[in-house]
């Protein structure tokens, strides 16, 4: 029996799983409904269970095991608003197959098969929020936030349907019948909530009209498909090949809709790719960093190996700076290049691949003769002293070498020979050519790729070898006191580059100047952020191209397009729990915020909130202002702030609210007409209007007109004790 939340496997007389403790709970073997024991029928199908055998098995794990400590951090905060992408898969003619079989051997054939649509979720970091006899319904995006949850949701959609296909050859070939999915698939906003269930645990619950068009697109998906909708499709485009299928009506949604089939990969598989598809904007701001890289050229062509590292938050350019320059003529250098992807962390080597896959020029549909031929030329051509390393190579491009050693090696050894052989080739080539070896986004690297990079940093000294590398903040690496090593540090474009960067985007024509001075406000000189604000004003049809860019309609409030509010929820959702409860409270107190404020609405004790004030800012999320008698706090990108807010469900956002202004009240008693403004904003939004309009009447008001969010002015003054009641309401959620 497999224990529904750790996975591992018990004995059937087991009622708690050995491993972790979880009550292991028998379901019914025609419609996986949970049953209780010394049930005769299930509750919901009404097939009797005791003419059905013995039953035991468990309801599926609902998420992969990796993912258990984030999600259940997750489930500490409660309700939250999130933007997920929702999936919805059946096996097609499973219930005739109920009907002509007995139950028991009808399991047999579509319990498999959900278990392989399972794991398809699972293998891309999706949650299985319900699993019926014959289908599942998932989630990307939620209870952890990713920033590529669409893109997710439809890798494993294709991988579930590869696996279902395999899976009915073998049941045709053993005489069965086959057996077809139908996926469909939406990308939307949803509120998900944490609900207990009987068996003392929780279960992950979305509410909105997300799931609903996710199963109406699996309704009307062709059987052996994957539907999605136009709102999934802008976000995927690229990643995958597309065809559209033309508006479709569906049962319960009054308009028709765009729908799209997924036919396969497409040719992306980063960000920066999709900009360079849809046009590279100027290139502004980034002179010194070009220099640098340069510089580090020149010495590694000298024969003295260079590593050097960019290290930027999200959507700052690091990607940029490394195409621009590879882009500049380097005479006699073999660039390699590799990425490492988001899901990427469960698959071993997988960066690696790509860079040999480019280095010994093997095509997409080169088949494994062909593979093994252009491997043995590559490394025998190069030196016949590697002849060696080819079984290494050979089995990490999925070639099986008849007779060698290399299945029954012990895995450490074929790990560190595997290491080996890649550092001696790339040395072997730097005696030929220098070489510019990239790896890009070593937040996401797995652990094989991470173990040859520490290999190669040690190696290069002495070698024509320039290794470039970037990463975000949160990556760690212990390379720093090497003396062949630098680390440049990208921060936001200043005010000219950004301005730059938006006349080349929108022109230079008045009228759009103050949509223009709106974009940089939310952007705070992020290009990717630019971009994509751009783009979706585009999309929304505020900027039109005739003949010239025109505003077509006044922009009224900047959307944060899907994009940046995906990368943006994924760090937040990353932090701790009570970490991430205290940045939605500073959200809602306003984008800067001071120390005795902080005290009085935040229910933790002191040591607690200096040490989380602290991890905030190490994070990057906020930046202290040494101000007298008490510290001021600012968020430090406005879009952060306005994404924390957001994912707050509005009854927890009116209270915290409501105590902003009461502890404001009790602040500043004699000289409330310098804080009217704030009062009226908290007020307002907590949906008090007496004290709302109260505080606008005051002739001290200053009506402040932030289109993005109301930015209430630092308040410092000494901590008075704030009342229980209000503690009580805003408490922080503690670890246990």
């Not at 943006?568 to 404020?597: H, M, N, W, Y």
């Not at 602040?667 to 804080?675: A, I, P």
Request: proline share 6%; aromatic share 6%.
């Amino acid at each position: 029996m497999r224990c529904s939340k750790c996975g591992s496997d018990n004995l059937e007389t087991r009622k708690f799983c050995t491993t972790c403790g979880t009550p292991l709970i028998a379901s019914c073997p025609k419609c996986s409904a949970s049953l209780q024991p010394g049930d005769r029928f299930c509750g919901e199908c009404g097939i009797e269970i005791a003419a059905s055998g013995s039953l035991s098995r468990p309801a599926p794990s609902r998420a992969p095991v990796r993912l258990s400590d984030s999600i259940a951090a997750t489930e500490v905060i409660g309700g939250e608003s999130k933007t997920v992408t929702a999936l919805f898969a059946d096996i097609k003619g499973s219930m005739e197959l109920m009907e002509d079989l007995d139950p028991e051997e009808a399991r047999a054939i579509v319990d498999p098969a959900l278990k392989l649509m399972i794991d398809a979720v699972h293998r891309y970091d999706g949650y299985v929020v319900q699993s019926t006899g014959d289908g599942i319904f998932a989630l990307f995006g939620a209870p952890v936030a990713h920033e590529d949850h669409p893109q997710r949701a439809l890798y494993a959609a294709l991988r579930l349907q590869d696996a279902i296909r395999a899976y009915s050859a073998k049941l045709v070939a053993d005489g069965g019948m086959p057996l077809e999915a139908r996926v469909g698939i939406h990308t939307g906003e949803v509120v998900v909530r944490t609900l207990a269930t009987q068996d003392g645990h929780s279960e992950y619950t979305p509410i909105g009209h997300t799931a609903n068009l996710a199963s109406r697109m699996q309704a009307v998906a062709p059987t052996g498909s994957i539907a999605i909708t136009e709102d999934t499709r802008r976000l995927v485009e690229g990643y995958f090949q597309l065809k559209p299928r033309g508006p479709t009506r569906l049962k319960g949604v009054s308009e028709p809709i765009n729908v799209y089939e997924v036919a396969g990969l497409g040719s992306l598989r980063t960000r920066l790719q999709r900009a360079v598809g849809r046009g590279l904007t100027r290139f502004v701001g980034r002179e010194h960093e070009i220099e640098a890289l340069k510089r580090a050229l020149e010495q590694s062509k000298a024969g003295h190996g260079q590593v050097v590292a960019a290290m930027a938050d999200p959507g700052v350019g690091k990607s940029r700076l490394f195409y621009e320059f590879k882009a500049l003529p380097h005479s006699g250098c073999l660039v390699l290049e590799a990425y490492s992807v988001s899901h990427g962390k469960a698959s071993a080597y997988m960066p690696v691949i790509e860079l040999l896959r480019e280095y010994f020029e093997i095509g997409s549909d080169d088949d494994e003769r062909k593979r093994r031929e252009r491997i043995l030329g590559k490394v025998l051509g190069l030196d016949h002293a590697l002849e060696d390393t080819l079984p290494y190579f050979y089995s990490l491009h999925g070639i099986v070498e008849a007779g060698h050693s290399l299945a029954q090696m012990d895995p450490n050894i074929k790990r560190r020979r595997t290491l080996e052989a890649i550092k001696r080739i790339l040395l072997r080539e730097s005696l030929n050519q220098p070489l510019i070896v990239i790896f890009e986004d070593l937040h996401w690297i797995d652990d094989e790729t991470q173990a040859l990079l520490n290999l190669l940093v040690d190696a290069i000294a002495n070698a024509r070898i320039l290794l470039l590398v970037n990463y975000r903040p949160e990556y760690r690496h212990d390379w720093g006191s090497r003396t062949h090593y630098s680390q440049l540090r990208l921060d936001s474009l200043g005010r000219e580059s950004a301005d730059q960067m938006l006349s080349a985007l929108l022109g230079d024509q008045p009228e759009l100047e103050p949509l223009k001075r709106l974009i940089a406000e939310k952007a705070k000189g992020n290009p990717f952020f630019v971009e994509e604000i751009v783009q979706a004003l585009f999309e929304e049809g505020v900027v039109a191209r005739n003949g010239k860019l025109r505003l077509k309609q006044p922009p009224g409030e900047i959307k944060i397009p899907s994009t940046v509010q995906a990368l943006l929820a994924s760090r937040i959702d990353r932090l701790p729990p009570e970490e991430k409860a205290l940045l939605q409270t500073l959200a809602v107190i306003g984008r800067e915020f001071t120390l005795p404020l902080i005290r009085r609405v935040a229910d933790v004790s002191e040591t607690d909130l200096e040490r989380m004030l602290d991890d905030l800012q190490l994070s990057e999320f906020i930046y202290e202002h040494p101000a007298l008698p008490d510290s001021e706090y600012t968020f430090k990108h406005a879009l952060t702030q306005e994404i924390a807010y957001k994912s707050i469900l509005s009854e927890r956002r009116k209270q915290v609210h409501e105590c902003a202004a009461y502890a404001i009240e009790e602040m500043f008693q004699s000289r409330l007409d310098e804080h009217c403004s704030e009062l009226a904003h908290h007020y307002s939004s907590s949906g008090n209007r007496e004290k709302a309009v109260k505080y606008l009447n005051l002739p001290g008001n200053k009506q402040y007109n932030d289109r993005l969010m109301p930015r209430p002015s630092p308040i410092s003054l000494p901590l008075w004790k704030c009342s229980k009641p209000c503690r009580t309401l805003l408490s922080v959620p503690n670890k246990s």
